[in-house]
């Protein structure tokens, strides 16, 4: 649905708002640069209304123009996404927390933030070796579980353009990097609801992940550890834990 239809669609709204912040997430989806007439294409809305959105998101500090003319997140977004993250990771704690107290290992929300996965909350496991992911850690999304999870209900079409952005680089022997291949795999993960890393970030670490179901944001949670510890029962196990903690935490944020 285009930023002009949504604003129709919506009683007692108030349109500039909801153009200008669908702007924004268009921006985002994108890589968080692009320029006017790409904006009008993706949004719907008129060049006029575009250059005026704008105009007026730069002067706030939302926005900035590159030298090439287009257009880049500004840092004003840094203090919103600073205090976002913060909710995001206190309402998901506690189900964090049931995800470690049920199957012993690492559990991580992570979100699609531009074309990377930041890592918003974690809840360690209570093993003396265990996973561990800094909150805040910006990763590519191809050679993780959260990324492919949530790369897995996007339109492939966008898969591919965030894809081409950011290349598939190798960090093991086990990353994927054929583009063929990943979308295999991202056909699995949106066949089965659940997507796994085996050591395609790090070495000796498995992970299982499922995106959360209508969340306001494109989140994922997953669950983490040593490849000895993360066997196929426990697997088997945590997907269906995941996928219901995931609901219940995608109500909370809602």
Same mark, same amino acid.
Do not use: W
């Given at each position: 649905?285009?930023?002009?239809?949504?604003?129709?669609?919506?009683?007692?709204?108030?349109?500039?708002?909801?153009?200008?912040?669908?702007?924004?997430?268009?921006?985002?989806?994108?890589?968080?640069?692009?320029?006017?007439?790409?904006?009008?294409?993706?949004?719907?809305?008129?060049?006029?209304?575009?250059?005026?959105?704008?105009?007026?998101?730069?002067?706030?500090?939302?926005?900035?123009?590159?030298?090439?003319?287009?257009?880049?997140?500004?840092?004003?977004?840094?203090?919103?996404?600073?205090?976002?993250?913060?909710?995001?990771?206190?309402?998901?704690?506690?189900?964090?927390?049931?995800?470690?107290?049920?199957?012993?290992?690492?559990?991580?929300? #992570?979100? *699609?933030? &531009?074309?990377?996965?930041?890592? @918003?909350?974690?809840?360690?496991? !209570?093993?003396? =070796?265990?996973?561990? +992911?800094?909150?805040?850690?910006?990763?590519?999304?191809?050679?993780?579980?959260?990324?492919? #999870?949530? *790369?897995? &209900?996007?339109?492939?079409?966008? @898969?591919?353009?965030?894809?081409? !952005?950011?290349? =598939?680089?190798?960090? +093991?022997?086990?990353?994927?990097?054929?583009?063929?291949?990943?979308?295999?795999?991202?056909?699995?993960?949106?066949?089965?609801?659940?997507?796994?890393?085996?050591?395609?970030?790090?070495?000796?670490?498995?992970?299982?992940?499922?995106?959360?179901?209508?969340?306001?944001?494109?989140?994922?949670?997953?669950?983490?550890?040593?490849?000895?510890?993360?066997t196929e029962d426990l697997v088997d196990r945590a997907v269906p834990l995941l996928t219901t903690v995931g609901r219940a935490?995608?109500?909370?944020?809602?």
């Amino acid at each position: 649905m285009t930023a002009a239809n949504t604003s129709r669609g919506r009683s007692g709204s108030v349109q500039s708002i909801e153009r200008a912040f669908g702007l924004l997430e268009t921006m985002a989806d994108h890589g968080g640069m692009m320029g006017l007439s790409q904006l009008a294409t993706e949004s719907g809305l008129p060049l006029p209304t575009i250059h005026r959105l704008v105009r007026t998101l730069v002067d706030l500090g939302y926005l900035h123009q590159e030298p090439s003319r287009q257009y880049v997140l500004g840092p004003k977004l840094i203090k919103l996404g600073e205090s976002s993250a913060r909710m995001l990771s206190s309402q998901a704690r506690p189900h964090l927390t049931r995800l470690v107290d049920e199957l012993g290992e690492s559990a991580n929300m #992570a979100m *699609l933030d &531009g074309d990377r996965i930041v890592y @918003v909350a974690q809840v360690p496991s !209570r093993h003396s =070796m265990r996973m561990f +992911t800094e909150v805040g850690r910006r990763v590519l999304p191809h050679c993780t579980a959260v990324g492919k #999870a949530i *790369l897995a &209900g996007m339109p492939p079409d966008k @898969v591919r353009d965030l894809l081409q !952005r950011t290349g =598939m680089p190798g960090y +093991t022997d086990h990353t994927i990097t054929d583009p063929a291949e990943f979308a295999r795999q991202l056909e699995h993960a949106a066949r089965t609801g659940y997507a796994m890393d085996e050591g395609e970030q790090e070495l000796g670490v498995r992970c299982v992940a499922v995106a959360l179901p209508e969340a306001p944001a494109r989140l994922a949670i997953s669950i983490s550890g040593p490849v000895g510890r993360m066997t196929e029962d426990l697997v088997d196990r945590a997907v269906p834990l995941l996928t219901t903690v995931g609901r219940a935490l995608s109500d909370d944020l809602r």
